[in-house]
């Protein structure tokens, strides 16, 4: 029994966390928007960087077999459109439209990522209770 409250409790912790980085991370793409513009250069990505978004790409969309709830696969979809547009980025298609995509993708992957650990945090709590 107290094993699996220590589980529910760290599971909590974990998309506290989860939620605040999202936050921050939303936070700073706003920020972004604010000085350079929805349609602003943006400096080129490292290769490293390029590699990493088509990394997360993959498990994303090969998460959408583990995830049911429409959300959660909503969430993924959005936040694998928003790492293939920096990716697309990376290998050096650079446009406007590209651009906006870029940032108004990240933000809506992140607000819906604050959605979804909020919503996770609920249920350990309830099965705290």
């Known amino acids: ?21 999202s936050g921050f991370l939303a ?3 706003i920020e972004t928007m604010r000085r350079v513009g929805l349609f602003g250069t943006r400096p ?4 490293a960087q390029t ?7 993959g498990v994303a969309l090969g998460l959408l077999c583990v995830f ?3 959300l959660e696969r909503m969430t993924l979809l959005v936040a694998a459109a928003a790492a293939g547009s920096t990716a697309l980025h990376g ?6 439209g590209l651009s906006a995509f870029r940032l108004l993708s990240h933000v809506a992957a992140y607000a819906l990522v604050m ?3 909020s919503r996770k945090v609920a249920v350990a709590c309830r099965e705290l209770i």
């Open 1 to 21: 029994m107290a094993d699996n409250i220590a589980r529910h409790r760290l599971t909590a912790l974990a998309w506290v966390a989860v939620f605040l980085i």
């Open 27 to 29: 936070s700073e793409t």
């Open 44 to 47: 080129p990505l490292p290769v």
């Open 51 to 57: 590699v990493l978004r088509v990394l997360i790409v």
């Open 68 to 70: 049911r709830s429409a």
């Open 91 to 96: 290998l050096g298609y650079k446009s406007a």
């Open 115 to 117: 959605v979804v650990a």
